[in-house]
């Protein structure tokens, strides 16, 4: 069982930046992709942003050009840094990483962008 840990969640003003940070209790060295979801009450969850085995990267269309993923595999550590937030993007913020066929997912972390 791999543990994921997610921070940097918060309260932001619209237009304001955070980096999120998923940290995994075992190497990420070799894993199928890794990727950030979110979701709001109510609501389905929603895929963020992806990255396939370290270098393929896709976006919802509604956070392309303001969000990036990555990874630091001596850190076993999943980013996304958020940038130009707006009001929309608040949701609570899940890490899940697949290790081709076992998938783990983090606790959540909410982001809140209100002035």
């Known amino acids: 069982q791999v543990q994921l840990v997610e921070s940097g969640g918060g309260v932001v003003q619209p237009g304001g930046s955070l980096r999120l940070s998923c940290v995994a209790s075992?190497?990420?060295?070799?894993?199928?992709?890794a990727r950030w979801y979110r979701q709001n009450p109510g609501k389905q969850r929603e895929l963020v942003a992806g990255?396939?085995?370290?270098?393929?990267?896709n976006y919802a269309d509604s956070v392309k050009g303001r969000f990036t993923i990555s990874r630091d595999n001596a850190a076993n550590t999943v980013y996304l840094q958020m940038n130009s937030l707006k009001p929309e993007d608040t949701a609570v913020y899940y890490c899940?990483?697949?290790?081709?066929?076992?998938?783990?997912w983090g606790q959540g972390t909410q982001v809140t962008v209100s002035t």
């Open positions: 990255i396939i085995r370290g270098t393929i990267t």
């Open positions: 899940n990483i697949q290790y081709d066929l076992m998938n783990f």
């Open positions: 075992a190497s990420i060295f070799n894993i199928y992709a």
